[in-house]
């Protein structure tokens, strides 16, 4: 039998990111037992306290044991910190991130949930590899780990042994990756069922919000993101952006890129597919309506663009969050 971690970090981690996937593992556990199989996992929680608070007092984590007592795991969980980023660094985790790293260099597998992600980096497991995390912190990730690379449309990564995901309620994918990964495909469609968590879901960039990555210290490129932004309904080339700034088009592309993770043609796509989100969510507008309104003259240029940033087709967007919209 392997050994599962899942960490509670103090200072208040996402406790449904801890109860949810305990949950889930439990009934894959229940499943294998059933099925007259050897369970494949003893899961314990593990943390630096004897209880861990959250929401302000009115719910407790009790973990069964201390990290310290544990000398070796098959596989650790940690959970989403929420928008408490620095809990990586502070609030007493510093051991905690210590071990993480020394549970990975002794032959753990470490699975990040969401902004557990900032966890993982600090420990230095992320170093040159890909990895997800929620599109709300990606700008913060980013500034503070540079040498990793974000990946915020993927909803799963697993590169060496590490696994992370997106944000919120998609770490139920993630636990139901996991357990079709370590127990079997019967067991991860078990779990799925009984929890009714869809499978094989890759993407997250549905989900997106683009507000543009402005946590940067390059005044030109954020003048020229608030130009974009101002006038994305206009036709501008790369190279007049550049010239609007005294900037030849290569130091300007170089410069846009470093500062947002973005091409400045891939920022202008993303502002202007944004607007088309938001159109299809609040208005009857058909597809051809939108694509014109967003600045483009194209059906095709439109619907690979809306699907490649978006990961689905105008209509299936239309379709899935405008329930008043009127097919077409």
């Given at each position: 039998?392997?050994?599962?971690?899942?960490?509670?970090?103090?200072?208040?981690?996402?406790?449904?990111?801890?109860?949810?996937?305990?949950?889930?593992?439990?009934?894959?556990?229940?499943?294998?037992?059933?099925?007259?199989?050897?369970?494949?996992?003893?899961?314990?929680?593990?943390?630096?306290?004897?209880?861990?608070?959250?929401?302000?007092?009115?719910?407790?984590?009790?973990?069964?044991?201390?990290?310290?007592?544990?000398?070796?795991?098959?596989?650790?969980?940690?959970?989403?910190?929420?928008?408490?980023?620095?809990?990586?660094?502070?609030?007493?985790?510093?051991?905690?991130?210590r071990w993480?790293?020394?549970?990975?260099?002794?032959?753990?597998?470490?699975?990040?949930?969401?902004?557990?992600?900032?966890?993982?980096?600090?420990?230095?497991?992320?170093?040159?590899?890909?990895?997800?995390?929620?599109?709300?912190?990606?700008?913060?990730?980013?500034?503070?780990?540079?040498?990793?690379?974000?990946?915020?449309?993927?909803?799963?990564?697993?590169?060496?042994?590490?696994?992370?995901?997106?944000?919120?309620?998609?770490?139920?994918?993630?636990?139901?990756?996991?357990?079709?990964?370590?127990?079997?495909?019967?067991?991860?469609?078990?779990?799925?069922?009984?929890?009714?968590?869809?499978?094989?879901?890759?993407?997250?960039?549905?989900?997106?919000?683009?507000?543009?990555?402005?946590?940067?210290?390059?005044?030109?490129?954020r003048a020229?993101?608030?130009?974009?932004?101002q006038h994305?309904?206009?036709?501008?080339?790369?190279?007049?952006?550049?010239?609007?700034?005294?900037?030849?088009?290569?130091?300007?592309?170089?410069?846009?890129?470093?500062?947002?993770?973005?091409?400045?043609?891939?920022?202008?796509?993303?502002?202007?597919?944004?607007?088309?989100?938001?159109?299809?969510?609040?208005?009857?507008?058909?597809?051809?309506?939108?694509?014109?309104?967003?600045?483009?003259?194209?059906?095709?240029?439109?619907?690979?663009?809306?699907?490649?940033?978006?990961?689905?087709?105008?209509?299936?967007?239309?379709?899935?969050?405008?329930?008043?919209?009127?097919?077409?």
């Amino acid at each position: 039998m392997k050994h599962l971690t899942i960490l509670v970090p103090e200072g208040g981690a996402n406790i449904s990111s801890i109860t949810g996937a305990y949950k889930i593992l439990m009934r894959a556990n229940e499943y294998q037992k059933q099925q007259g199989r050897d369970v494949c996992f003893e899961i314990v929680l593990a943390g630096m306290s004897s209880s861990v608070e959250f929401h302000g007092g009115l719910f407790a984590v009790r973990p069964h044991v201390h990290i310290d007592d544990i000398v070796h795991t098959d596989l650790v969980i940690v959970p989403s910190l929420n928008h408490n980023y620095e809990l990586a660094t502070t609030s007493g985790n510093e051991r905690l991130v210590r071990w993480v790293k020394e549970q990975y260099a002794n032959g753990a597998a470490i699975a990040g949930i969401c902004t557990g992600a900032f966890i993982l980096a600090a420990a230095g497991l992320l170093e040159g590899k890909s990895c997800s995390t929620h599109w709300g912190a990606a700008d913060t990730f980013r500034k503070k780990h540079p040498g990793v690379k974000l990946e915020t449309d993927r909803l799963i990564t697993d590169e060496h042994g590490i696994y992370t995901n997106g944000g919120a309620y998609s770490f139920l994918n993630l636990i139901i990756y996991l357990i079709e990964k370590y127990y079997d495909r019967a067991t991860a469609i078990y779990c799925a069922k009984v929890f009714q968590i869809d499978m094989d879901r890759e993407s997250q960039s549905a989900f997106i919000i683009f507000t543009g990555q402005k946590q940067h210290e390059d005044e030109q490129v954020r003048a020229a993101q608030l130009f974009i932004e101002q006038h994305w309904q206009e036709r501008i080339s790369v190279a007049q952006l550049a010239a609007r700034y005294a900037l030849s088009r290569r130091n300007f592309d170089r410069r846009f890129i470093k500062a947002t993770g973005n091409t400045p043609l891939v920022y202008q796509q993303r502002v202007r597919i944004e607007y088309a989100k938001k159109a299809f969510e609040n208005t009857r507008r058909n597809v051809s309506e939108v694509m014109y309104d967003a600045g483009y003259s194209d059906m095709k240029a439109f619907r690979e663009v809306f699907r490649k940033i978006t990961g689905m087709a105008p209509l299936a967007y239309r379709s899935r969050y405008n329930r008043d919209a009127v097919t077409k």
